[in-house]
RNA sequence: GGGGCCGUAGUCUAGCUUGGACUAGGAUGCAAGCCUGGGGCGCUUGUGAUCUCGGGUUCAAAUCCCGACGGCCCCA
């Protein structure tokens, strides 16, 4: 039996070892020199494909159709929305000249896509046969952040920008498409094992030109909240701005209702982070790039039977559709190997050497316990394939019951304030609803309102905790990324 | 928006206050070998830094000054 692996640096120093993780394994190289900007790793890639893989399978599911616009924007159709630009104005990247000559025209690398995307839909959508339309992307944004970057967490260039955009002929079939994708990212998110709540934004930090927002979020191990997902309601503002309109059944005529929702390689750096431990990445089977390493242990004058034995039981594995590898360096021991897969975050290895051999068994160790189960030979594929499914369950109980455990409900500031300088984490107040009372909040605080729990029932009762008045909402609050 | 700290091999870091004995030290990594082999062991050898860049002060700069770029923190 192994002992469970230890998680005092993942929690007591989570930015050092959210850098060692993604710069030993490796992942994600921040060695690139521009700002912001970072090198998915051959072994980073493998898992973010996985990752996307998931999310596409999961929108294609639901009737989204892939599609790829240009990275390259005019100024004159990025401003036709006025909050929109408002809000991103600033952080926009500008491509100004071609070779030595100056553009006409100023060309934006997109910050997001509406601005490119609603032109086409404008062009694409005649009538109510056209509609719904339910598209998506995976493609890179840009955003000049000025503050302090962070690792694919705040990054000038999002390489993994998941958008997807539609529309409709009506505003309750667009609500219902603000529910369905709600549903999609939550489903992404649970066979990610990431836990989540779902909070509707305040008006004051909704999506620039969206009606409203409902956000999810995650607490990472410092206790910071990440925003890891958003689905966004946008009305009619930008179908009136792009004037998309369509022919009704009975001859008029109306502006698209839309909506748009986005995912970005946050959900990675979530990914790595819930599960994590101090010997490295722990990955759910579906996202591994390697779900089961096979390590020979070679004794002096066994070495051949003992690796024969190993390669059959790699091919057996790979048979039976697991992604496998077998270590079989000659140069290194064992020890080390075992260190090597684990950092990778390998769910589950399988070692077999004189003792197994003998016997007609094999080891399998568990990558999130690091517990040992011996299991005979001949069951070892049905033994992995239940040990995997345990793993992924068990993984993502413990992320669920970490995030509980970060989300308390607080009746007074001080107190509040207590909790977000202590541990952080997610505190839930009864609030009067007030826009004005709610950032003061926030200043009091020196926190962020992340907003009123998405589809929850419960009734405050009581007084708002900071102006004492009548409180109509629970509100969540937290110190965010 | 305002203030502060920092930049030394792939990575982490010592040295900087008080300029010279720095030929820039260590750990880790990487490479080769021996030893080992069911948890990174040990030993030997090798490898790797124009001290972020540009300018200045000085007989002399990793060290002091200015600027750029980059990293980080705090306050509003």
Redesign the pocket.
Known sequence: M?KAPDRSQWAGNF?EWF??VL?EVPVYDI?Y????TGVWTPYGFKIRKEVTDVIREELVKRGHEEVLFPLLIPEYMLKKEAEHIRNFE?QVFWVTHGGTTPLDVKLALRPTSETAIYPMFQLWINAYSDLPVKIFQIVSVFRYE?K????MIRVREVSTFKEAHTAHATREEAEMQVKEGVEIYSRIFERLGIPFVKSVRPDWDKFPGAEYSVAFDTVMPDGKVLQIGTVHFLGQGFSKAFDIKYMKADGGYENVWQTCYGISERVIAALISVHGDD?GLVLPSRVAPIQVVVIP????GREDEILRACVGVAEELEKAGFRVKLDDR???????K???W??KGVPV?V???????DKGT??L?RRDS?E?VTVERTSLVEEVKSLLERIDLDLKERAKKWLDEQIVKKEDLEDAKKVLESRGGIVELNWCGNVGCGQDLE?KL?ARVLGIPYEDSRNPEGSCVNCNSKANMIIRVARSY
């Open positions: 192994g930015g850098h060692r710069s060695r020199p521009v700002k912001g600033e000025t302090a970057t962070k690792p010997h242990i070679v004794y002096k000659k140069e290194e021991t064992p020890g080390s075992y260190f090597t684990e950092l290895r070692e077999l050497g004189p003792r197994d051999f094999a080891v160790v690091l040992k200043a020196d």
